[in-house]
């Protein structure tokens, strides 16, 4: 019996430590196949992106590279005088001075006639200025296109060096190819290809840089390899080359590692390939060190695990001798000593545990007395109360916890009725319902009303359960409650948060929404009318921008005091539905209309009192919207519509009164959606067009501005004022797309007007340097209107200035016109957009200034060219001594702070003749000019400039 379990220890210890390094093993020869898989794919995803790095820079610097020369002879080729293609020594003269293309040329350049014959070259070399160029890819290419080419490249029939060509056109006035300025450079040992490359010690494989259209290496880490066919691309192997990484066979079979990257300016193919075997060496070298520690560790485990597995079995050993020991008598019984691992432990636990089951069994009488008395001490220590009837519920047993929440002590409840609690809250149906649930299911849960000793009335959760015999007869009721009013007055706070604004201790939208449901339906049943009136504080946001959002929030709670001051019934309700906007819902009214416009107008004299917050004192104004039921609308959504669209027609008309709503404020929102549909196919449809009010210059009669307005001619409602869509667009976001057409057109008239200049000569303009000096201004400039929306949506800072650039157009005969709200908040994105316009030169226009909150504070902080008089101050000019104060006042400033003023909205000669008197710089309106299309307007103002010398500015002016 003894050697049973010895050999079983012993078996198991051989068995396990077989198993264990088996596993091992194998587990080390897939890992060591697994890591060369993976180590295999991860260096070479390293490779291939560091590969691909070297090869993207290598493009990009080539195609940087590249651009700057077309750009540079671009530029030159656009000072060259179409009347020095007769003059080759006016050529020479010309291309000496401009000696910083000599740096990007080093074979230097040559004016092309249009016939192909070089006219002048620098610098000179014998034969080259004769030589015909006529059946040279890159003089076709720039003659037929009229755009700059990059020519494949050559040996130099003079050099007889490898050179790279790059041709620009020269153009005459019209826009005509009238010749070609042509540079070129050498590719070994210049400075245009081999610098971007990497030295061949660098790198393990190659870098060729290969022209695809004639399948030449251009330029390589390999010397050997310039200007010489290249066999893959010969083959037509790159003809559908996607730009990347990745293991490509070339045609000699060899596996490598290939990453290409096109030249966009040249259409050459940068390409670095590197052997796989080269690549795949250090994975290689890794599975070997692997294998052979693999296994050393190996034997050393299995080792490691016999010495491991004798030690952890030794207490099973030692314990089956005791047992062996105690079973033949040898030793007393008694418990095995705990040792070794968590299982075996287990099981010398639970052998002890047997002999413990009889002392168990002995005990256990005491063990229930015990589970009594805890008992009883649950019953007395425990937080809940709890209370014990007899089956005719006669108190029996009260619990310390039940004398503390009712107040009561012990001995005044026992033998007495629960009824002694009683609220007097809940009438005797709700008591026949709990004791009928009580008896049909033995129990009964819920919340109850009780009253304390001292008469306070609490709320409890109470839970009523009946406790039988085996005979099911009612022993005992047993009552387990606890106080909730802490819970109660939570759930009142919760509720109070959830239905009252936090601020104005309104009634929110939520509760709003079902007093109107509840006042309906009172309404329906009564055949009675119920009015709404949604209520909105004008400029409010003006309040919080200039004097705070804390001035604004008491003003907010004053306002909500005002209107409630102003309903009478307790039916009303005035309810805060968010930001500076509350609706008022009056019920049971005998004359509705009568009734809700006398309560609107208390409510427009209340708000027009003044606030006055800490040391300011505030004014502002409201506009209401009146709707009724049941005569414009029959449910909760409708009537809030209505009341709606009735307020945006009092805002519309001037604010600071109440509008009732009628069916043409629904058919005019209807009309509104679908002018929003209409407009999103508008421009596509060329339905828009640009109007130009001419802006005059007051001292001199002369129209020396413009404003582009915008028109829309849709194709069945006619002719839409801007006034309906301008907001739509601003809303939809449509405003964006339509304002960059806008600037384009606009931007293209700026162009003709300037070709029509007295300053321009033969399209140049001779008074851009005392202008970009700050000397003088633009002589004539179109205004665009610039949406607020355009400045947070898209990059119109670059677009824009993109534009102008490409098309030649002089920035300072553009002028951004913009409205003193968007410089409220400074916005970093609206401020890094405004710096731009104003960097590049274009000026910038405050639109209806003096109508905001505080335009006057913003003055002196932004850079403004132009201020813009609003019409409302112009109109009255002439019989308001106020307005006309405010205009010179105006103007003044204006001039005192460096900039000018223009007057809008002149319509009599008075207004006209007054602003001058006061300074005024410009002035635009209908008693000037009117509105005009652009051909209109283009053959109103511009005037033919005959082509003179060029001349200075001084000259000029």
């Known amino acids: 019996m003894r050697a049973f379990p010895?050999?079983?220890?012993?078996?198991?210890?051989?068995?396990?430590?077989?198993?264990?390094?088996?596993?091992?093993?194998?587990?080390i020869w897939v890992l060591a196949h697994y890591v060369e898989e993976e180590a295999s794919v991860k260096i070479k995803k390293v490779l291939a992106a560091e590969q691909y790095q070297t090869v993207e820079h290598v493009a990009s610097s080539l195609d940087e590279a590249v651009r700057l020369r077309i750009n540079a002879l671009t530029d030159a080729a656009y000072l060259i005088n179409p009347e020095w293609m007769s003059r080759p020594d006016l050529l020479h003269a010309f291309m000496a001075t401009h000696s910083p293309l000599h740096r990007f040329f080093n074979m230097g350049m040559v004016v092309i006639s249009r016939q192909g014959i070089g006219l002048a070259d620098l610098p000179n070399l014998e034969g080259r200025e004769k030589a015909s160029h006529t059946e040279t890819d890159y003089f076709r290419e720039v003659v037929a296109t009229g755009r700059p080419a990059v020519g494949k490249p050559i040996l130099d029939p003079l050099t007889h060096k490898p050179v790279l060509n790059i041709a620009v056109p020269i153009k005459n006035s019209a826009n005509e190819v009238i010749g070609v300025l042509l540079g070129g450079n050498q590719i070994v040992g210049g400075d245009l290809l081999s610098e971007r490359l990497p030295k061949q010690a660098q790198t393990d494989g190659d870098l060729h840089i290969i022209s695809l259209k004639d399948g030449l290496v251009v330029s390589s880490t390999n010397p050997g390899r310039i200007m010489q066919p290249d066999a893959e691309a010969s083959a037509g192997r790159y003809r559908e080359v996607h730009e990347g990484s990745g293991m490509v066979v070339n045609s000699q079979g060899?596996?490598?590692?290939?990453?290409?990257?096109?030249?966009?300016?040249?259409?050459?193919?940068?390409?670095?390939?590197?052997?796989?075997?080269?690549?795949?060496?250090?994975?290689?070298?890794?599975?070997?060190?692997?294998?052979?520690?693999?296994?050393?560790?190996?034997?050393?485990?299995?080792?490691?695990?016999?010495?491991?597995?004798?030690?952890?079995?030794?207490?099973?050993?030692?314990?089956?001798?005791?047992?062996?020991?105690?079973?033949?008598?040898?030793?007393?019984?008694?418990p095995l000593p705990l040792e070794g691992s968590a299982e075996i432990r287990r099981l010398l636990d639970s052998f002890n545990k047997l002999q413990e089951h009889i002392k168990a069994q002995q005990q256990s009488l005491q063990e229930h007395e015990e589970q009594i008395r805890l008992a009883a001490s649950v019953f007395e220590g425990t937080s809940e109360a709890i209370l014990v009837s007899s089956p005719d519920n006669c108190i029996v047993s009260v619990n310390r916890a039940f004398c503390k929440m009712t107040g009561y002590e012990e001995k005044e409840l026992i033998g007495g009725n629960p009824k002694l609690l009683?609220?007097?809250?809940?009438?005797?149906?709700?008591?026949?319902?709990?004791?009928?649930?009580?008896?049909?299911?033995?129990?009964?849960?819920?919340?109850?009303?009780?009253?304390?000793?001292?008469g306070e009335i609490y709320p409890e959760r109470l839970t009523v359960s009946t406790l039988y015999d085996e005979a099911r007869r009612v022993l005992n009721y047993i009552a387990i409650a606890a106080d909730i009013t802490h819970q109660k007055q939570a759930e009142a706070v919760i509720w109070q948060q959830a239905n009252y604004d936090l601020l104005t201790s309104l009634p929110n939208r939520r509760l709003l929404q079902?007093?109107?449901?509840?006042?309906?339906e009172q309404a329906r049943q009564g055949g009675l009318s119920l009015a709404v009136l949604h209520v909105d504080l004008d400029h409010f946001n003006e309040?919080?921008?200039?004097?705070?959002?804390?001035?604004?929030?008491?003003?907010?709670?004053?306002?909500?005091?005002?209107?409630?001051?102003?309903?009478?019934?307790?039916?009303?309700?005035?309810?805060?539905i968010g930001g500076d906007e509350f609706v008022v819902v009056l019920g049971a009214l005998a004359d509705p209309a009568s009734e809700a416009e006398q309560v609107a107008a208390r409510i427009l004299l209340a708000i027009a009192e003044p606030f006055f917050i800490d040391s300011e004192t505030v004014f502002i104004s409201a506009s209401i919207g009146v709707t009724l039921y049941p005569g414009d609308a029959e449910d909760i959504a409708g009537l809030l519509i209505n009341a709606n669209q009735a307020k945006q027609i009092a805002q519309n008309e001037g604010r600071d009164r109440y509008c009732r709503f009628t069916a043409s404020m629904r058919q005019t929102a209807q009309t509104r959606t679908?002018?929003?549909?209409?407009?999103?196919?508008?421009?596509?449809?060329?339905?828009?067009?640009?109007?130009?009010?001419?802006?005059?210059?007051?001292?001199?009669?002369?129209?020396?501005?413009a404003e582009a307005l915008l028109r829309w001619h849709h194709p069945e409602r006619g002719m839409v004022s801007p006034v309906e869509f301008i907001p739509i667009a601003e809303e939809t976001g449509l405003i964006s797309e339509i304002g960059?057409?806008?600037?384009?057109?606009?931007?293209?008239?700026?162009?003709?007007?300037?070709?029509?200049?007295?300053?321009?000569?033969?399209?140049?303009?001779?008074?851009?340097?005392?202008?970009?000096?700050?000397?003088?201004?633009?002589?004539?400039?179109?205004?665009?209107?610039?949406?607020?929306?355009?400045?947070?949506?898209?990059?119109?800072?670059?677009?824009?200035?993109?534009?102008?650039?490409?098309?030649?157009?002089?920035?300072?005969?553009?002028?951004?016109e913009i409205t003193e709200g968007l410089l409220l908040d400074q916005h970093p994105e609206v401020m890094e957009k405004f710096k731009a316009f104003r960097g590049i030169g274009i000026q910038i226009a405050l639109d209806d200034f003096g109508t905001g909150y505080s335009a006057m504070s913003y003055l002196k902080k932004f850079d403004i060219d132009y201020l813009k008089i609003d019409r409302s101050f112009v109109r009255d000019l002439v019989t308001d001594p106020s307005d006309r104060a405010i205009a010179e006042a105006v103007i003044a400033m204006a001039h005192k702070l460096g900039m000018k003023v223009v007057a809008e909205g002149v319509e009599t000669i008075e207004q006209r003749d007054l602003l001058a008197a006061a300074g005024c710089d410009y002035g635009q309106g209908f008693l000037l000019a009117e509105p005009m299309p652009a051909a209109r307007f283009a053959s109103t103002v511009f005037t033919p400039v005959r082509s003179t010398p060029r001349t200075t500015l001084s000259a000029v002016l």
């Open 6 to 27: 010895v050999r079983r220890v012993l078996d198991l210890k051989a068995t396990i430590s077989i198993f264990t390094v088996a596993l091992f093993v194998s587990t």
């Open 254 to 334: 060899v596996e490598s590692l290939s990453s290409a990257k096109k030249v966009p300016s040249t259409g050459w193919l940068v390409v670095a390939t590197l052997p796989a075997a080269i690549a795949l060496e250090p994975v290689k070298s890794l599975q070997r060190e692997i294998y052979k520690d693999a296994a050393i560790a190996s034997a050393a485990i299995a080792l490691l695990l016999w010495l491991f597995l004798h030690r952890q079995l030794s207490p099973l050993t030692r314990s089956a001798r005791i047992i062996d020991a105690m079973a033949d008598g040898r030793e007393a019984l008694r």
């Open 422 to 454: 009683q609220s007097g809250r809940h009438d005797r149906a709700f008591y026949q319902a709990m004791w009928s649930q009580l008896k049909d299911t033995g129990q009964w849960q819920g919340e109850i009303w009780n009253r304390r000793k001292n």
């Open 514 to 520: 079902e007093r109107m449901r509840h006042a309906l």
């Open 543 to 576: 309040v919080n921008d200039t004097l705070g959002h804390d001035c604004g929030d008491r003003m907010l709670i004053e306002a909500g005091k005002r209107i409630s001051s102003c309903v009478e019934a307790d039916a009303d309700t005035v309810a805060d």
């Open 674 to 705: 679908q002018l929003a549909n209409d407009m999103r196919g508008a421009l596509a449809g060329n339905q828009f067009e640009v109007y130009y009010q001419p802006i005059v210059n007051l001292a001199t009669g002369r129209i020396v501005k």
């Open 740 to 816: 960059d057409w806008v600037f384009r057109e606009a931007a293209q008239m700026a162009r003709r007007w300037c070709d029509c200049c007295e300053f321009s000569v033969n399209g140049v303009c001779a008074a851009i340097d005392a202008i970009d000096a700050g000397a003088s201004s633009c002589p004539h400039q179109i205004t665009i209107n610039k949406s607020p929306r355009q400045f947070f949506t898209g990059r119109t800072d670059e677009t824009w200035i993109a534009y102008l650039r490409e098309n030649h157009i002089y920035p300072n005969s553009i002028t951004i």
